[in-house]
């Protein structure tokens, strides 16, 4: 509104922008538009499905935000292909302003690696508005599962068939647990999901014995009783789940894994809009009510701004690449 007002006392006296290109005060039609802008409802794609730890957040952050930009946010859950269905639905919106992507961005990262064949180019396509929160993995089994530890859980892979159920082939709780598998000597079989909700509901259900998911949407379960927890994926222990131990503290050296939620919006975007998103989201995702929320879920809000959000894709990329290739995980769009 600020912005507004100093534009049109630049302009008092002036009968059209006409005038204003003969008086040297030349203004784009860019950015007029950007001064209206949002003029529709925002479309608030989640690539996954409803009840995962991105789809929480979304739902968490839209009122606020519609608030705040007077103009409704639409939550859009658009699942599939380990979520590069709905981000390439809004790498491919170009110059559209009214379309964002609220995902995991630690899994957008991996993307490029997994998939021999992408219809987009996250780091081309996409970038960064702003990362919001950060939780870590829990590592949980169906409470019949005759395990209390990770030890007991390897032992027990090598006695029964174990499924351990991911969001999705090469997504990074999958990679996750690659990783623990590799160094522990694991023997569980991955069953492949459409998302964390799905994953969760059937290990829930005994359908799959063995789960590793982002604390925000795994954390309810536990505290129900319908999934056992065994181990976190944080380097340090968390008060909020008592005494149990991390992964690295049980023989996996400086294992840490989580997801990270942020949005990110089309290349296309302008500057401007997408610095007015990032603030907004990151005064919203900061408020004591929504933070207390998501440290209640075991969710830590991590904020960052467009510039730090995409330094830490093209790091997070480089790291990923590494682990998929010693993974040898690799699959078609």
């Not at 290109?21 to 538009?33: E, I, K, Q």
Request: proline share 7%.
């Amino acid at each position: 509104m600020n912005a507004r007002r100093r534009f049109l006392g630049q302009a008092s006296g002036l009968a059209a922008l006409g005038t204003l290109g003969t008086s040297g005060l030349m203004v784009p039609m860019s950015a007029w538009a950007e001064e209206k802008w949002p003029t529709r409802p925002i479309r608030l794609v989640v690539p996954y499905p409803a009840g995962g730890s991105s789809d929480i957040i979304a739902r968490l952050i839209s009122k606020q935000l519609g608030e705040a930009l007077g103009q409704p946010i639409v939550v859009d859950n658009r699942p599939g292909a380990n979520g590069n269905i709905g981000a390439a639905m809004v790498a491919q919106q170009g110059s559209d302003n009214h379309t964002l992507l609220l995902c995991d961005v630690g899994a957008l990262a991996i993307s490029p690696s997994v998939y021999t064949k992408l219809t987009f180019s996250p780091d081309k396509d996409l970038k960064g508005v702003a990362m919001l929160a950060y939780s870590p993995h829990l590592l949980v089994v169906h409470p019949s599962v005759p395990a209390n530890n990770l030890k007991e859980l390897v032992a027990l892979s090598h006695k029964q068939t174990l499924n351990f159920a991911v969001t999705a082939i090469g997504s990074a709780p999958h990679l996750a647990g690659v990783a623990v598998q590799q160094a522990t000597g694991a023997a569980w079989q991955y069953v492949p999901y459409k998302g964390g909700a799905q994953a969760i509901a059937d290990t829930v259900g005994g359908t799959a014995q063995v789960l590793m998911n982002g604390m925000l949407a795994t954390l309810p379960q536990v505290q129900a009783g319908k999934l056992k927890l065994l181990a976190v994926s944080k380097k340090t222990r968390m008060p909020l789940v008592g005494q149990v131990p991390t992964i690295a503290e049980q023989g996996v050296a400086n294992f840490e894994s989580g997801t990270w939620q942020g949005v990110m919006a089309p290349k296309g975007m302008p500057d401007a809009i997408v610095a007015r998103l990032s603030a907004e989201l990151i005064r919203i995702i900061r408020t004591p009510e929504i933070r207390a929320q998501l440290a209640g879920q075991g969710a830590e809000v991590v904020t960052m701004t467009p510039p730090e959000t995409n330094k830490w894709f093209v790091t997070e990329e480089k790291r990923w690449a590494e682990v998929v290739k010693s993974s040898g995980v690799k699959l078609d769009a």
